[in-house]
């Protein structure tokens, strides 16, 4: 499976973004979903997930109330809606693809995702 993140850009402190998650080979419509990000100079860090049965979802404390995560299994495609974004949220993002098997625990750990789209630039100015 070959992920492909797409959506990022640049924008004002506030403003919103939608990041898609596409595979551009094969499918991850049998597999939960994540988005992490990767700051110049930080480690790559969880954003959100979304289990593909039930759809329970995930988030990190530092963007829960700001940004949802969905996905349209029809259409084998993953989405991260990002409102009132912060300078602080500029970050390289990645879309990745984890077992149906992976514990919740485990969710929240790039470890844990097999599959990882190339990222998309987001960069929120003050």
């Known amino acids: 499976v070959q992920l492909q993140a797409s959506g990022g850009g640049l924008v004002q402190a506030g403003d919103s973004l939608r990041l898609t998650c596409a595979a551009s080979r094969g499918s991850f419509s049998e597999y939960n979903l994540g988005w992490f990000r990767q700051a110049p100079g930080k480690d790559r860090e969880f954003v959100s997930a979304i289990r593909r049965r039930g759809g329970t979802t995930y988030y990190a404390d530092s963007v829960k109330g700001r940004f949802t995560i969905s996905r349209d299994i029809a259409k084998d495609t993953g989405y991260l809606q990002m409102n009132s974004l912060k300078p602080e949220d500029t970050a390289v993002y990645y879309c990745?693809?984890?077992?149906?098997?992976?514990?919740?625990?485990?969710?929240?750990?790039?470890?844990?995702?097999?599959?990882w789209g190339q990222g998309t630039q987001v960069t929120v100015s003050s």
């Open positions: 990745a693809a984890a077992p149906l098997s992976t514990i919740t625990s485990s969710m929240y750990s790039a470890r844990s995702y097999y599959y």
